[in-house]
């Protein structure tokens, strides 16, 4: 496993000061199943101010959710960042839920010369980031919705990746995040657009933890999702703030100018999608989750959310910042 050299960079060297002050508290390794791009920011904000209270955090890049899920059940990490409900449900595994980091916000966008509605794509390709990922679970859903049937789902990881995929004709319809659902669409209007979507409060991502490490760990856990709820909440009052702590902490150092001039922007269309949920999430998220999955044939519950959460560590934490 190959340590994250950006968070190396960020959390190591700007907050060595301030963790050598700080009463050490533990440490928490943490998986996640992608880069980290300015998008992220209330998530590394958290990870930083964290430290300053004496959690060592540590992150380690992996290649994909399955991969992350299985270094956090065989002990390798402690927690991880991604989907883990199928893995879960299939491997009986020690492994629950703790907190969402947001909610799911693609925008299904088309070649509209090729495909100018869901209709048109019956029987045709559709690209979505991975196996198991949530727009995989979205294109399920719309298939089902709109009555149709795509011929293939091909795997192409990253919007980033998508858009240029989109731009060459490589790929006619795909899924893509906010910013590059944006910047693909502007690049072309004519020729690109996007289709309506349908409406949901299923997770893009959760943070889990083991539970043997979570038993152990409390204290250090609470922290962590202490910051993560204080990151949404200040993002949400103030979508510029994420990029004044950027600043402030010295967090993605090696943005290009123009990458730096979107963040504020970003965190805008961010909030008004509602992607951030100030509360953490919980049994509201839980519940959309398996609704969300169950949808798709993904996932068969027996309706209990703590097969698949421990929402103490969410009350525990939300209590204690109520009475500060």
């Known amino acids: 496993m190959k340590l994250l050299n950006i968070v190396g960079i960020a959390l190591g060297i700007a907050f060595t000061a301030g963790a050598a002050s700080a009463q050490s508290v533990g440490k928490i390794r943490i998986a996640e199943a992608d880069s980290f791009s300015a998008e992220d920011l209330p998530q590394l904000i958290a990870y930083a101010r964290a430290k300053q209270r004496g ?38 595994a020690p492994i629950r839920n703790i907190y969402q980091v947001r909610k799911l916000a693609y925008v299904p966008v088309v070649d509209k010369t090729v495909y100018p509605d869901w209709k048109s794509l019956n029987g045709q390709t559709f690209a979505v ?18 009555g149709i049937k795509f011929g293939k789902i091909s795997y192409v990881p990253g919007s980033e990746v998508r858009v240029v995929a989109m731009q060459r004709g490589n790929i006619k319809a795909t899924y893509l995040d906010l910013t590059s659902s944006k910047v693909l669409i502007d690049s072309d209007p004519k020729r690109f657009g996007a289709l309506p979507v349908q409406d949901q409060d299923a997770s893009d ?40 702590q950027r600043k402030e902490l010295g ?60 929402f103490k560590p969410l009350e525990v934490a939300q209590q204690a910042l109520a009475t500060r």
């Open 55 to 92: 959690v060592d955090i540590q992150v380690t890049a992996l290649k994909s959710d399955d991969i992350a899920f299985q270094a956090v059940l065989n002990g390798q990490v402690d927690m991880g960042v991604g989907d883990s409900y199928e893995a879960i449900a299939n491997l009986k």
């Open 129 to 146: 980031h991975s196996r198991g990922s949530g727009t995989e679970t979205m294109a399920q859903i719309m298939e089902k919705k709109a």
């Open 205 to 244: 991502s959760t943070f889990y933890v083991n539970t043997e490490f979570l038993q152990k760990n409390q204290r250090a856990v609470q922290i962590l999702v202490e910051e993560l709820l204080k990151a949404a909440k200040a993002t949400v009052a103030d979508p510029a703030w994420p990029a004044a």
């Open 251 to 310: 967090l993605l150092p090696d943005l290009s100018a123009k990458e730096v001039a979107e963040i504020t922007p970003y965190f805008q269309r961010a909030v008004a999608a509602n992607i951030f949920p100030v509360d953490g999430g919980g049994r509201t998220a839980a519940q959309a989750d398996i609704d969300f999955l169950g949808q798709a044939g993904k996932l068969k519950s027996d309706g209990n959310l703590e097969t698949f959460w421990d």
